[in-house]
Each structure stands twice: as C-alpha cells, then as structure tokens.
C-alpha cells in the first residue's frame, strides 16, 4: 500500500521535530505534498493512493502539528501548519512541489501557495471549502473551544481515551482498528481542540482568487460534512480551476475504490505529468 514509503525524523530549525514520509517515484518525476484533514495522520488519510502517485511523482507526506507524528507544540494555527509542510518538503531537498490538500488540508495547501508562492506549481483541493462553518457558529466556538483546550491539557489521558473511543466507533475489523489505533495514539488532544478552533475561523473568501497556479478541485458528491455546493463555489472562486468529481462522502480518500485513480487525474492535470 504504501510503495517504497520511507519515513525521516527531521528537525525544523525553530519549530521541533517531525516526520516525513518521502516515496521516491520515478526519476526526475515532480513533487506532490500530501496534507492530510483533521483528526487524521498522513497515512490514514493518504494510505491507499500512495502506491499510485508514486508510478508519476515523488510523494511526501506530513502529520500537522499535534496529529501522529507531527510537531508538539501548544499553539495550533493553519497558517504554522503551512509552514511546517514547506520546511518540510525543503528539509527533504524538495524546492518546487504541489501540495494536495484534504478537507483542512486544504485550506493549509492553499495557505501553503500564499505563503510560498515561489515553491508552489500547482494545487490540488480535495473535499474542502473556503470556509466550514458560519460565521455565528464561529463566534460561538471562539468562546468555547479555548476552554474545551484547557481541559485537555488539564486531563489530557481522559481526553485521550475518550477521543480513541470516538474516532475508532464503529470500526469492527480487529486488525483495522488495531492499525488506525496505533495511527492515532500521537494525537494531543489539546492541539486537536484548537484544530478545530482553527478549522471554525478559516475563510479564503477575500484572497483565493488570487490563486493563479494551475488547480484541480476533487468534489466528493456525497459529502455531508463539507457540503459539495460549497467545494463547487471554491472551484468557482479560482482562475481556471478544473473539477474532478467523486460519487463518495466525505470518508472518500479511505472507503471510495476509483478515489486514488481520480487523485492521480487531478495531480496530473496540473503537472501535465
């Protein structure tokens, strides 16, 4: 499933240490950053299209701050996060690269191509918005959601415990469930709870159209969570955007059969690759 995936351990001068994931594709071949959604890790999120992109581009892959292996720190904003994915692509000698962005991934791929334009040939949004909730729920979630943090930190094993239980519902498969746990016993807690702070925040409303790289939007039809008229209108937003659709729910990227084969679709249409 993963191809020739070889994780680093790296350091981020001035942020911590983190993991790459780097599968080499074929020589020469272009580079896409993997950003995965909230809650979930690189592989989790990525795992069943990496073996594919890697017969046409190298592919990296990063866990965000306070999710499996990614950074421990105690303040979560989308914009660090998309800095940390360019330290990271760059700490793997990787100077030009299109980020693939997944629900919150994207929004930080397109932070990523704001912040480092110059590093950026392409973008891909998947299942994502240029905003997640109204702006009333995010009034309400900037009251909350800090305590909500604070009580993380405070009892942060409880949390953690509950939070498994929640994230692993469902799933009866033993040897599944064993796989995904291990997946998910990186997760602080508290860093998620500002996650999803960060994620109520969010709206690209005022500057993603300023976007001008080449972009494939993948549209998951079904989607409950990131309702599809929202990722059409992000389509819309950006100059020359192309829309790759997918007949799957917001769980597409793990449960979908042809989700890996349209991915590679939208990579290569803005790689001519």
């Given at each position: 499933?993963?191809?020739?995936?070889?994780?680093?351990?790296?350091?981020?001068?001035?942020?911590?240490?983190?993991?790459?994931?780097?599968?080499?594709?074929?020589?020469?071949?272009?580079?896409?950053?993997?950003?995965?959604?909230?809650?979930?890790?690189?592989?989790?999120?990525?795992?069943?299209?990496y073996?594919?992109?890697?017969?046409?581009?190298?592919?990296?892959?990063?866990?965000?701050?306070?999710?499996?292996?990614?950074?421990?720190?105690?303040?979560?904003?989308?914009?660090?996060?998309?800095d940390?994915?360019a330290?990271?692509?760059?700490?793997?000698?990787?100077?030009?690269?299109?980020?693939?962005?997944?629900?919150?991934?994207?929004?930080i791929?397109?932070?990523?191509?704001?912040?480092?334009p110059?590093?950026?040939?392409?973008?891909?949004?998947?299942?994502?918005?240029?905003?997640?909730?109204?702006?009333?729920?995010?009034?309400?979630?900037?009251?909350?959601?800090?305590?909500?943090?604070?009580?993380a930190?405070?009892?942060?094993?409880?949390?953690?415990?509950?939070?498994?239980?929640?994230?692993?519902?469902?799933?009866?498969?033993?040897?599944?469930?064993?796989?995904?746990?291990?997946e998910?016993?990186?997760?602080?807690?508290?860093?998620?709870?500002?996650a999803?702070?960060?994620?109520?925040?969010?709206s690209?409303h005022?500057?993603?159209?300023?976007?001008?790289?080449?972009?494939?939007?993948?549209?998951?039809?079904?989607?409950?969570?990131?309702?599809?008229?929202?990722?059409?209108?992000?389509?819309?937003?950006?100059?020359?955007?192309?829309?790759?659709?997918?007949?799957?729910?917001?769980?597409?990227?793990?449960?979908?059969?042809?989700?890996?084969?349209?991915?590679?679709?939208?990579c290569?249409?803005?790689?001519?690759?």
């Amino acid at each position: 499933m993963d191809g020739q995936a070889i994780d680093h351990d790296i350091e981020l001068s001035g942020r911590g240490r983190t993991r790459v994931r780097d599968i080499p594709g074929p020589p020469g071949a272009p580079a896409v950053l993997l950003l995965h959604g909230l809650g979930a890790t690189g592989r989790l999120n990525w795992g069943r299209c990496y073996r594919a992109l890697s017969e046409r581009f190298r592919v990296l892959s990063v866990d965000h701050r306070g999710h499996g292996s990614g950074l421990r720190t105690r303040r979560f904003r989308l914009e660090d996060c998309a800095d940390d994915a360019a330290h990271a692509a760059e700490a793997r000698g990787v100077t030009s690269f299109v980020p693939v962005g997944y629900s919150m991934g994207g929004p930080i791929a397109s932070l990523v191509c704001r912040r480092h334009p110059e590093r950026v040939t392409g973008l891909v949004l998947c299942a994502t918005s240029r905003h997640f909730v109204a702006p009333q729920v995010a009034a309400i979630a900037r009251l909350t959601l800090p305590l909500a943090a604070a009580t993380a930190r405070l009892v942060p094993g409880r949390v953690h415990t509950h939070m498994l239980g929640r994230m692993l519902n469902g799933i009866e498969n033993s040897g599944m469930r064993a796989r995904i746990r291990e997946e998910l016993e990186g997760h602080d807690p508290a860093t998620i709870v500002q996650a999803v702070d960060a994620l109520a925040r969010f709206s690209s409303h005022d500057w993603i159209g300023d976007i001008t790289v080449p972009t494939s939007v993948v549209v998951t039809t079904r989607d409950e969570l990131v309702l599809p008229s929202r990722q059409y209108k992000l389509a819309e937003a950006i100059p020359g955007a192309r829309v790759f659709e997918i007949d799957g729910d917001h769980n597409a990227c793990v449960a979908h059969p042809a989700f890996a084969a349209t991915l590679m679709q939208a990579c290569q249409a803005v790689t001519r690759n």
